[in-house]
């Protein structure tokens, strides 16, 4: 009797799965394949080539891939390597408290490309992946001008509290802060613009409308201590390193592939007023994979003209931590990181950190997230390249998701009462 043993069965996404195959002739080429659709019905697939050991087993924590979408020994690669059926579409998980991902896993005991109506696997099995944990608490909020969701941990509390924001791509994306939730934290996924009442194009950038949320996450009774952390992407980035250059309420920031200026677009804070450094466009570069490269159309903030455009980090409250991918094709953010660090050190702030992942591109996520090399963007005529390399990247998934959460207790200081 053929068999597939996946374990946990029901797991979140940043937890590994254990998956074994047996019952097999010994020296057999197998194919293991997971696909998965996503909240639209959208395919995503992957597969992976295996040789079966003398007893007729193979584990993927020991045995080597041979060859398919990935090779070597990687115990997660069906999950990393999940790709789009139709090109250039990122899985993205909406609702992230309703329902998990399925995720079909199938045993082929020969070598199969691609599978046809007529073939049947010779063993399946349907795992449950799930964006939050038993008891994790979503809070839809609209609290003057904030718009976000609140994620809550089970329990009394009170929690460190972290805002958590995305890039140019606009709207509310939940799926990180739902798992920091699970992790201990309470999370506000903050929108700032192309969602609810929120402008549908991000112009002028209110610091305002920041510190309102900081303010508001502070204030919640659930939240501990006398600050917030932040963590944010691309855009959000910028963002947060607005946040924490001007914001008391900001204990500790993350930032994921971002830059050292305001770029673009204004920023506004009562009286000041930052002007962004203008994107070069012509600088596009249209890729091998028909996709746009954008890390070219963005200025060197050293010149004369842009040192106002800088943040001064150096104000900062806290430390600030630079998560950044040498792979980037969104961002040279590794630069930018670099210059951080410089002009802090100059200033004689010590605890601004840069951590370079080698392999990995722009989309750095949460463990279990698959590997998005190209995917569309609403503000662009062709999808966007991010950059990377599978399996470093997604290496880069795992560690960074607990250096994150390790830098942010260790920051975020957690009082022992509740303000209930």
Same mark, same amino acid.
């Given at each position: 009797?053929?068999?597939?043993?996946?374990?946990?069965?029901?797991?979140?996404?940043?937890?590994?799965?254990?998956i074994?195959?047996?019952?097999?002739?010994?020296?057999q080429?197998?194919?293991?394949?997971?696909?998965?659709?996503?909240?639209?019905g959208?395919?995503?697939?992957?597969?992976?080539?295996?040789?079966?050991?003398?007893?007729?087993?193979?584990?993927?924590?020991?045995?080597?891939?041979?060859?398919?979408?990935?090779?070597?020994?990687?115990?997660?690669?069906?999950?990393?390597?999940?790709?789009?059926?139709?090109?250039?579409?990122?899985?993205?998980?909406?609702?992230?408290?309703?329902?998990?991902?399925?995720?079909?896993?199938?045993?082929?005991?020969?070598?199969?490309?691609?599978?046809?109506?007529?073939? *049947?696997? !010779?063993?399946?099995?349907?795992?449950?992946?799930?964006? +939050?944990?038993? &008891? %994790?608490q979503?809070?839809? @909020?609209?609290?003057?001008?904030?718009?976000?969701?609140?994620?809550?941990?089970?329990?009394?509390g009170?929690?460190?509290?972290?805002?958590?924001?995305?890039?140019?791509?606009?709207?509310?994306?939940?799926?990180?802060?739902?798992?920091?939730?699970?992790?201990?934290?309470?999370?506000?996924?903050?929108?700032?613009?192309?969602?609810?009442?929120?402008?549908?194009?991000?112009?002028?950038?209110?610091?305002?409308?920041?510190? *309102?949320? !900081?303010?508001?996450?502070?204030?919640?009774?659930?939240? +501990?201590?006398? &600050? %917030?952390?932040?963590?944010? @992407?691309?855009?959000?980035?910028?963002m947060?390193?607005a946040m924490?250059?001007?914001?008391?309420?900001?204990?500790?920031?993350?930032?994921?592939?971002?830059?050292?200026?305001?770029?673009?677009?204004?920023?506004?804070?009562?009286?000041?007023?930052?002007?962004?450094?203008?994107?070069?466009?012509?600088?596009?570069?249209v890729?091998?994979?028909?996709?746009?490269?954008?890390?070219?159309?963005?200025?060197?903030?050293?010149?004369?003209?842009?040192?106002?455009?800088?943040?001064?980090?150096?104000?900062?409250?806290?430390?600030?931590?630079?998560?950044?991918?040498?792979?980037?094709?969104?961002?040279?953010?590794?630069?930018?990181?670099?210059?951080?660090?410089?002009?802090?050190?100059?200033?004689?702030?010590?605890?601004?950190?840069?951590?370079?992942?080698?392999?990995?591109?722009?989309?750095?996520?949460?463990?279990?997230?698959?590997?998005?090399?190209?995917?569309?963007?609403?503000?662009?005529?062709?999808?966007?390249?991010?950059?990377?390399?599978?399996?470093?990247?997604?290496?880069?998934?795992?560690?960074?998701?607990?250096?994150?959460?390790?830098?942010?207790?260790?920051?975020?200081?957690?009082?022992?009462?509740?303000?209930?």
């Amino acid at each position: 009797m053929v068999g597939l043993t996946v374990s946990p069965e029901i797991s979140l996404v940043d937890e590994p799965v254990k998956i074994q195959a047996w019952g097999l002739p010994p020296d057999q080429i197998i194919t293991l394949r997971a696909w998965v659709k996503d909240e639209k019905g959208q395919l995503f697939n992957s597969r992976a080539f295996y040789k079966t050991d003398m007893e007729g087993k193979v584990d993927l924590e020991k045995s080597t891939a041979t060859g398919g979408d990935f090779h070597g020994v990687c115990p997660m690669g069906l999950f990393w390597a999940l790709k789009p059926t139709t090109p250039f579409l990122r899985l993205i998980k909406r609702d992230v408290m309703g329902s998990p991902f399925l995720v079909h896993l199938e045993l082929y005991s020969s070598l199969m490309l691609n599978p046809l109506p007529g073939d *049947e696997p !010779a063993a399946t099995k349907v795992i449950e992946r799930w964006h +939050s944990a038993p &008891g %994790v608490q979503r809070i839809l @909020i609209r609290e003057g001008r904030v718009r976000g969701a609140l994620f809550l941990p089970p329990g009394e509390g009170p929690f460190p509290g972290v805002i958590d924001m995305f890039g140019g791509v606009g709207g509310l994306l939940e799926f990180r802060s739902s798992l920091l939730a699970s992790r201990g934290f309470a999370s506000l996924a903050l929108a700032y613009f192309a969602y609810d009442d929120l402008p549908s194009f991000l112009g002028e950038v209110d610091l305002k409308y920041f510190e *309102e949320a !900081a303010q508001f996450l502070c204030d919640h009774p659930k939240v +501990s201590g006398d &600050g %917030v952390g932040v963590v944010a @992407i691309c855009k959000g980035a910028e963002m947060a390193l607005a946040m924490a250059s001007y914001l008391p309420q900001v204990a500790a920031t993350v930032c994921i592939n971002g830059t050292n200026a305001v770029n673009g677009n204004n920023l506004v804070y009562g009286d000041l007023l930052v002007n962004g450094i203008p994107y070069i466009v012509e600088r596009l570069l249209v890729t091998d994979v028909l996709s746009l490269s954008v890390a070219n159309t963005m200025e060197d903030p050293r010149k004369p003209e842009y040192q106002d455009s800088i943040f001064p980090l150096e104000k900062a409250r806290g430390p600030i931590l630079f998560m950044v991918g040498d792979k980037d094709e969104n961002y040279n953010s590794l630069f930018f990181a670099r210059e951080a660090k410089s002009r802090a050190e100059k200033y004689g702030k010590k605890d601004v950190y840069v951590q370079c992942y080698p392999g990995a591109g722009h989309l750095i996520e949460p463990p279990g997230s698959p590997f998005c090399l190209v995917s569309q963007s609403p503000f662009f005529p062709l999808p966007l390249n991010w950059g990377g390399e599978l399996i470093p990247h997604c290496r880069a998934q795992e560690t960074s998701w607990k250096e994150l959460q390790e830098f942010l207790r260790t920051n975020i200081r957690c009082s022992r009462r509740n303000k209930l």
